[in-house]
């Protein structure tokens, strides 16, 4: 039963990571230094498919760099045949998210180092009340 708890606890985490890591490239893209000339070029696809992408990310156990480009591939194939975006468009997307994935991991990996303490934290609590008190 601890496992179970302890590995729902982690998936937990590394989802808030993936969702941390996602927020941050999003906020640094619309409100860094070139944030005026990104946020006229965005368009509501391109939203929806980062969206679509952290989705997918969040249901991995683990994250790989290739299972990252295998789901970032999966995603853009979508929207290449959409009308309203071109081929370069997408492209362009598609090198971009590829290009964050050392972004991604270490906001992964700060965030299971943040679960694994929380659950250390919750064993040593557990510990306390369950160890035979003192006369």
């Given at each position: 039963m601890k496992k179970e708890t302890e590995k729902k606890s982690q998936k937990g985490g590394f989802a808030?990571?993936?969702?941390?890591?996602?927020?941050?490239f999003a906020?640094?893209?619309?409100?860094?230094?070139?944030?005026?000339?990104?946020?006229?070029?965005v368009r509501g696809w391109t939203l929806k498919a980062k969206g679509e992408v952290l989705e997918k990310l969040e249901?991995?156990?683990?994250?790989?760099?290739?299972?990252?480009?295998?789901?970032?591939?999966?995603?853009?194939?979508?929207?290449?045949?959409l009308k309203s975006t071109t081929e370069?468009?997408?492209?362009?997307?598609?090198?971009?998210?590829k290009s964050r994935?050392?972004?991604?991991?270490?906001?992964?990996k700060k965030a299971e180092k943040e679960v694994k303490k929380k659950v250390t934290k919750t064993r040593a609590k557990v510990?306390?009340?369950i160890a035979p008190k003192k006369k």
């Amino acid at each position: 039963m601890k496992k179970e708890t302890e590995k729902k606890s982690q998936k937990g985490g590394f989802a808030l990571g993936i969702a941390t890591a996602a927020a941050a490239f999003a906020g640094y893209y619309l409100f860094g230094p070139k944030g005026k000339e990104h946020r006229a070029k965005v368009r509501g696809w391109t939203l929806k498919a980062k969206g679509e992408v952290l989705e997918k990310l969040e249901k991995l156990e683990e994250v790989s760099e290739e299972k990252y480009e295998e789901i970032v591939d999966a995603v853009m194939a979508k929207y290449e045949k959409l009308k309203s975006t071109t081929e370069e468009e997408t492209e362009k997307l598609k090198k971009e998210l590829k290009s964050r994935f050392k972004h991604v991991k270490r906001d992964v990996k700060k965030a299971e180092k943040e679960v694994k303490k929380k659950v250390t934290k919750t064993r040593a609590k557990v510990a306390k009340k369950i160890a035979p008190k003192k006369k």
